[in-house]
């Protein structure tokens, strides 16, 4: 086998190596793991360093691959979101007494990071996770009226009678939204649920999600949902995101 080839090889078993290990790795374990003595260990990570298949973490001795770091690197910012909005979902739940929700835009859906619920009712299940379609829900509607997205790249399938599934009823909704400053979902994804929510902006006015509150439909008539997402709006002003 040529040097080059034997190189290559070498290159190789190093790369995948660092991407299935999972985690950050160092370069004396991949020496010990491979059994690649540290002067030709050292070639090799430059090489995957140049050519942009690894990086170092904040300039440490840890070695992930590109694709890991980029995982990572989303991760820490839902995690610094999920403690920055923690307040503002504290306020929301003192003000309602309803389960508050943080959500972000995520491939066209909205996915929910945070969550809370203080009450002594049978608890909303945990939606800390999981996705639901934009056009279905409240946290959903603020994020495209505020947001700078694509109305015709959403599918809007129908959940229940009350879902938007034209697209001319939907511009109109998000024109609604951006007129009054919050969103409602009147039991469009859930038959007997009901949403109000408000954008959230960081301290530099840039969209970061969608902040509100989801209950039973008997507590929340469509009256009600108007007249909390008046005062979610106001409270929800006062209070930037720092981050």
């Not at 959403?154 to 009823?169: A, E, P, R, V």
């Amino acid at each position: 086998m040529s040097t080059q080839l034997q190189s290559l090889t070498k290159g190789l078993q190093v790369y995948k190596e660092i991407i299935n290990y999972g985690k950050p790795i160092l370069a004396s374990t991949l020496c010990e793991r491979l059994d690649i003595n540290k002067s030709t260990m050292s070639r090799i990570l430059q090489t995957l360093k140049e050519e942009d298949y690894i990086t170092y973490i904040d300039n440490s001795n840890e070695i992930i691959a590109k694709s890991l770091e980029d995982k990572t690197t989303q991760k820490t910012k839902i995690q610094i979101l999920v403690e920055k909005t923690k307040p503002i979902l504290e306020n929301i739940y003192e003000l309602t007494n309803e389960c508050a929700y943080f959500g972000v835009f995520d491939d066209y859906k909205v996915l929910y990071v945070n969550q809370l619920d203080k009450s002594n009712r049978i608890k909303t299940r945990n939606n800390i996770g999981l996705q639901a379609p934009l056009h279905t829900n409240a946290l959903g509607k603020s994020i495209l009226a505020f947001g700078n997205y694509d109305l015709e790249l959403i599918k809007l399938n129908q959940y229940t009678h009350n879902t938007i599934t034209d697209i001319s009823f939907l511009e109109q909704t998000i024109d609604e939204v951006k007129q009054n400053g919050y969103s409602i979902d009147n039991s469009e994804y859930q038959d007997s649920m009901c949403c109000v929510a408000v954008p959230l902006f960081n301290h530099e006015n840039i969209l970061i999600g969608a902040v509100g509150i989801s209950g039973l439909k008997e507590r929340l008539p469509i009256e009600k949902l108007n007249s909390l997402g008046k005062e979610i709006s106001k409270l929800v002003s006062e209070q930037r995101v720092i981050c």
